[in-house]
Structures are given as structure tokens and as C-alpha cells.
């Protein structure tokens, strides 16, 4: 029997590239770097969002990609800006007083510990996370535009957090070998999941 700990980022998927590059994005905040050392890996959860019609039934809807903890926090802390000197991955979003790092999929730094390992397809959990949007940006008529005024909803990123965590505990319980996966039931705490399983 092994046991490892894992951090869920449940985001927004973003549905264009940067730098040529489909993303996920973590924050960049000390803390939130620190975390990553207690953890083996990270799992970035995307889901759609009805505010952002482009994010709904996209073919990144439900993607699950799994980042390797420590590589991902060498690759924050120093190597990326080796590959993208003028800070053309790090984002502001508006109403996070942090900010947050775009991590480019498939490049050719990060493809041996940044990769896609599964793909939420039910139907419920897919429609459950796309009323629980907390984007600034809104869609009409194909046009995306962002909302200045809009402040970030707090109790609804904890929730849709919540949510992503129970989903991506439940395919970890699909998965052959997994005996148990137990949640830290604390939101400040710096691991969300540890998983349980035989090794093989």
C-alpha cells in the first residue's frame, strides 16, 4: 500500500492559447507556491462556464491534467522565465489581488511533467460546473467582452472547489488499484486529496 497527496485546481478552462499554447493557470502567491511542496502532484480540473459560451461542449470541457508538484514549482519559480523572459505567461486577473501564471501544455519543457491523464464525461457534473462560472468575462452574441464592475464571488469559488474536488475524488476511485481517497475537509489546509492505493 502507498499513499500521496494532491492539490485540485477546479478552473474555468481557458479556451484560446497563449503563446501558441493551450494553458492551465495556478497562482502565483507565496503561499500557494509553498503548498505545492507538501504535495506530489497537482490536478487542474477545467470546466465550462455559460457566461463564456466558448468554454461549453469545448473539447477541453472536463479535461483533467496533471502536473508533477515539484517540477511545477521549479517551473514557476525559475524556469519559465527562461522560456518566456518578458512575463508573457503571468496574468492579473481582476479582483484576485495575485498573480496568476499561465502554464503552457505540450511545450517542450513541461511535456514530460504536465499531461493530460483523464476526461470527466458525465453530463450532470459537467452542467453542475457550468452555473458555478466566477469569470469577469461575459458572451453575447459571440462577442466576449469583461465586466469592470463584477467582484469576485468568493463562496462561489469555494463551492465550485468544493464540487471539482468530490468529482475528481470519484474518478480517482475508478481508477484500478485505488483502495480509498480521503479529502482534507479543510479549506485552508494545503493538500486536498490523498489517495490511498496498492502499488503495482
Known sequence: ??????????????????????IVAHPIKESQLNSMLMVKYVYF????????????????????????AK????????????????????????GFSDP?????????????????????KNKNDIEH??????????????AVFKNYKKKIDTNVMSKKGTIGEEIIKRYFLSQPGVNEVISSGDVYAKWDLEIDYVRT
Not at 485546481?9 to 481557458?14: G, Y
Not at 521549479?74 to 505567461?89: A, C, L
Open 1 to 22: 500500500m502507498s499513499k500521496f497527496k494532491v492539490s485540485i485546481k477546479t478552473q474555468t478552462l481557458r479556451y484560446t492559447t497563449n503563446n501558441g499554447y493551450s
Open 45 to 68: 480540473f477545467g470546466c465550462g462556464d455559460y457566461k463564456l459560451s466558448p468554454t461549453i461542449n469545448h473539447s477541453r470541457e472536463g479535461e483533467i491534467i496533471r502536473a508533477d
Open 71 to 94: 517540477k511545477l514549482y521549479e517551473w514557476i519559480s525559475t524556469e519559465q522565465s527562461k522560456y518566456f523572459p518578458n512575463n508573457s505567461m503571468i496574468v492579473y486577473p481582476k
Open 100 to 120: 496568476w501564471l499561465n502554464i503552457p501544455i505540450g511545450h517542450k519543457a513541461t511535456k514530460d511533467w504536465l499531461k493530460k491523464t483523464g476526461h470527466i
Open 129 to 142: 460546473l457550468r452555473h458555478m462560472g466566477n469569470s469577469k468575462f461575459n458572451s453575447y452574441n459571440g
